[in-house]
């Protein structure tokens, strides 16, 4: 396992900002670790990759513990943070070097990777300017450049495509997507349509606890409320529609279109055909609808505040 977490927790005074969480992650997964602001996010990464130390509980990475094997750990850590400290005063390649030495890279291969990730994360054409001098997007790149700068088998990224452009944004989820083939990543962001396309399973925190982990597929047929999109041949009056079984409200969309909700999709998507059947009404479609992933996290989030 790359990732183990068992009963983490970290307080500051009164406040437990991370109260007794689980999780594991296998080699080759890419995870969403998304929460709203102040969730606990950023410190749940901190301590796993060793630069905060936990209240109560463990982590291990890699077969290494954060707090009594933090050396070790950071060998095969890479981790990108939310504030992305940079040394402005540098040069892109001589910040590259700098952080190629604390690796202990070896001094001969050393200008060859650095010349592969400055390739990798498309810092090719500002690689010669001082990091003060460029974009946020690029110094954005810059921090995810010393984060695999050793090549490292697990990335902790804290909103690696924070400031960057649409344009930029594709190549760094596509680079992130090819590393996580043969690498653990665990990833947050804001940005839902990027954890739709980068991540196979995602965690929501929400004050210090885990609320949701599971699959982007079964999370987005999990929510409170189902949907069934039906489109008929013909013109069919609401007074029918609502003798269909096991539909909580129906809605017109026009054009003969009809949004039907339910708690039990497929129960529903049999009452639907059967009803059909017996009243001679010609079905075009019928179709299911998820939850979005902004859906999954509102109901996450404000679930659980309610609670």
């Known amino acids: 396992m790359s990732i183990s977490v068992r009963s983490l927790t970290k307080i500051y005074g009164t406040q437990k900002a991370v109260d007794h969480i689980s999780f594991e992650i296998p080699k080759g997964q890419i995870v969403g670790f998304l929460g709203p602001n102040g969730a606990g996010k950023s410190t749940t990464m901190k301590m796993i990759t060793g630069y905060l130390p936990p209240t109560e509980g463990t982590a291990v990475v890699c077969g290494f513990d954060v707090q009594t094997q933090s050396m070790e750990l950071r060998k095969r850590t890479g981790y990108l943070s939310e504030q992305n400290s940079l040394y402005y005063d540098m040069y892109v390649r001589e910040y590259l070097e700098l952080t190629a030495g604390i690796h202990k890279l070896d001094k001969q291969k050393r200008k060859q990777r650095i010349e592969e990730i400055i390739s990798m994360t498309g810092l090719g054409k500002e690689a010669h300017k001082k990091i003060g001098m460029l974009s946020k997007g690029y110094k954005q790149r810059v921090g995810l450049a010393q984060a695999m700068i050793h090549n490292?088998?697990?990335?902790?990224?804290?909103?690696?495509?924070?400031?960057?452009?649409?344009?930029?944004?594709?190549?760094?989820?596509?680079?992130?997507?090819?590393?996580?083939?043969?690498?653990?990543?665990?990833?947050?962001?804001?940005?839902?349509?990027?954890?739709?396309?980068?991540?196979?399973?995602?965690?929501?925190?929400?004050?210090?606890?885990?609320?949701?982990?599971?699959?982007?597929?079964?999370?987005?047929?999990?929510?409170?409320?189902?949907?069934?999109?039906?489109?008929?041949?013909?013109?069919?009056?609401?007074?029918?529609?609502?003798?269909?079984?096991?539909?909580?409200?129906?809605?017109?969309?026009?054009?003969?279109?009809?949004?039907?909700?339910t708690a039990k999709p497929d129960e529903l998507r049999k009452s639907v055909m059967q009803w059909a059947l017996n009243n001679d009404i010609n079905i075009s479609s019928l179709q299911s609808e998820t939850q979005s992933m902004e859906d999954v996290f509102r109901s996450a989030t404000l679930d659980h505040k309610k609670k």
């Open 152 to 261: 490292p088998e697990v990335l902790i990224l804290d909103e690696p495509t924070s400031g960057l452009d649409p344009n930029q944004i594709v190549e760094i989820r596509d680079l992130i997507i090819d590393i996580g083939k043969e690498k653990t990543v665990l990833l947050s962001t804001h940005i839902m349509q990027e954890v739709e396309a980068m991540c196979s399973r995602v965690i929501i925190i929400n004050n210090g606890t885990i609320v949701a982990d599971d699959n982007i597929q079964n999370l987005q047929k999990a929510g409170n409320n189902s949907t069934l999109i039906v489109s008929f041949e013909t013109v069919v009056p609401e007074s029918l529609i609502r003798k269909i079984n096991g539909i909580g409200k129906a809605e017109d969309m026009g054009n003969m279109r009809w949004k039907l909700y």
